[in-house]
């Protein structure tokens, strides 16, 4: 029953997040709350200070001017939140500028990820259109990535999902002197979508315990199922930090980021020499736990070594016994939810990041993967034990992995590391046509 004038004087002296939260009470205040008025007001006193409008000028204007009366309800609201989402993005990307000289990626992830207010959440849809929010995840940092893991005890039965949306979520305005709020406004960028149907029959098994099956859908993410009642027991996302805060600031809900198209590199070297001075960065974790922190440098791959579309980089040669080297820890994927906890052998998360011969991170990923016992044995004199394959492959290349079990040291050694990195890739990245 309160006068519109005087609610509007009311709200004039709110702040933006409380006026978007007031949008949302009823019609009426979503109305009074797209006042012109009151946000030219929040607008210019946003602007630089030499830009700023006097307060006497602000009141003529609220009174009656052009920028007022010719505008629609609720543009100073949009042109507001335009203006401070491209200086919360600037902001930002400012940070993730700083590189690491080690892995080539930004070193300033936490402090970007601070800044933004950014977490993840994910959003379950049923075949009936219904849907269901996840938030409260886990968080695990490593050098070059994130993990992500959400559990609980009320998951959705397994039968009834139809997709899974994986989103990046930030403050629509944030606010560095308060912490996020969840209930207010907030923006969110669509990551990966995945789809749920025939989850155990059109995914990749990766292994399984007592309890659960794991199993791994494309890009990064681990899928845990109970065995008994075939039901998501938890997910678990693999976050590469090359382009992560792009990914999972810049998209929209319904469209994903697309990094810009790399600009071809000059390269005055004789065609034939191939690929020269790559340098490869590799990670082998179990979320809580590492196994394996290596760099590799001077990785080339000349002219004879490209065979069916793609190009061979040998890190590890199986005859250059100098280069094998073991695993420290028994290989496996640790898992917890509210009740239970355990660990998938024989399986592990790999992050890859290889960087071209500028440095620059040319072919990166984060995602599980299941290791497989060979039918051969061992030609090797020094090792004797059981031979085990690991394989990954996506549209950029592929990697190749040989192990071989000490069952005295009970440990692995890594005979063999071949990455094979396909030609379209090199082509576009380079402008060039192997």
């Known amino acids: 029953s309160m006068p519109s004038e005087m609610l509007l004087k009311i709200f004039s002296y709110l702040d933006a997040v409380s006026l978007l939260s007031l949008g949302c009470v009823n019609k009426r205040f979503y109305e009074l709350a797209n006042d012109n008025g009151i946000w030219l007001k929040l607008y210019s006193g946003s602007?630089?200070?030499?830009?700023?409008m006097k307060s006497k000028q602000t009141e003529t204007l609220s009174l009656g001017c052009a920028a007022l009366h010719d505008k629609k309800p609720g543009y100073w609201k949009k042109e507001y939140i335009f203006k401070q989402t491209c200086a919360f993005k600037t902001r930002v990307m400012q940070l993730v500028k700083f590189l690491d000289p080690y892995t080539g990626l930004p070193c300033k992830n936490k402090e970007a990820m601070k800044v933004s207010g950014l977490s993840w959440i994910i959003v379950l849809k049923d075949q009936n259109g219904k849907e269901r929010v996840v938030e409260k995840p886990k968080l695990s940092f490593k050098d070059t990535s994130v993990?992500?893991?959400?559990y609980g005890t009320d998951w959705p039965c397994l039968d009834i999902l139809s997709t899974l949306k994986l989103f990046g979520v930030t403050p629509l305005l944030p606010d560095q002197n308060r912490p996020p709020n969840k209930n207010g406004p907030r923006r969110f960028s669509l990551i990966a979508e995945y789809h749920l149907g025939n989850l155990t029959e059109s995914s990749v098994a990766v292994g399984?315990?007592?309890l659960v099956r794991l199993f791994s859908l494309s890009p990064g993410l681990l899928v845990g199922i109970w065995k008994e009642k075939n039901e998501i027991a938890?997910?678990?996302?693999?976050?590469?930090?090359?382009?992560?805060?792009e990914r999972s600031i810049l998209g929209s809900a319904t469209v994903q980021y697309t990094p810009p198209p790399s600009k071809p590199l000059l390269d005055d070297i004789d065609s034939e020499y191939g690929l020269h001075d790559y340098s490869l960065h590799l990670d082998l974790h179990g979320r809580s736990c590492m196994y394996l922190c290596g760099s590799f440098k001077c990785l080339f791959c000349r002219k004879r070594d490209i065979e069916n579309g793609y190009l061979r980089l040998r890190v590890v040669n199986l005859k250059d016994h100098r280069k094998h080297f073991p695993i420290s820890g028994t290989l496996g994927i640790c898992w917890e939810t509210d009740v239970f906890k355990g660990n998938v052998k024989d399986c592990f998360v790999m992050d890859l990041t290889l960087l071209d011969e500028t440095g620059k991170p040319f072919w990166c990923f984060s995602a599980p993967i299941h290791m497989e016992l060979s039918t051969k044995s061992s030609g090797l004199y020094d090792y004797m034990g059981h031979i085990y394959t690991a394989d990954y492959a996506d549209s950029e290349g592929k990697v190749c992995v040989e192990f071989v079990w000490l069952e005295e040291t009970k440990e692995y050694i890594i005979v063999s590391l071949v990455l094979y990195v396909s030609t379209r890739k090199v082509n576009s990245w380079y402008g060039t046509n192997y």
Not at 147 to 150: E, G, K, N, P, R
Not at 234 to 245: C, D, T
């Open 234 to 245: 938890f997910v678990m996302a693999n976050l590469h930090y090359n382009q992560l805060l």
């Open 208 to 210: 399984a315990d007592e």
């Open 47 to 52: 602007l630089h200070p030499k830009w700023k």
């Open 147 to 150: 993990t992500v893991l959400w």
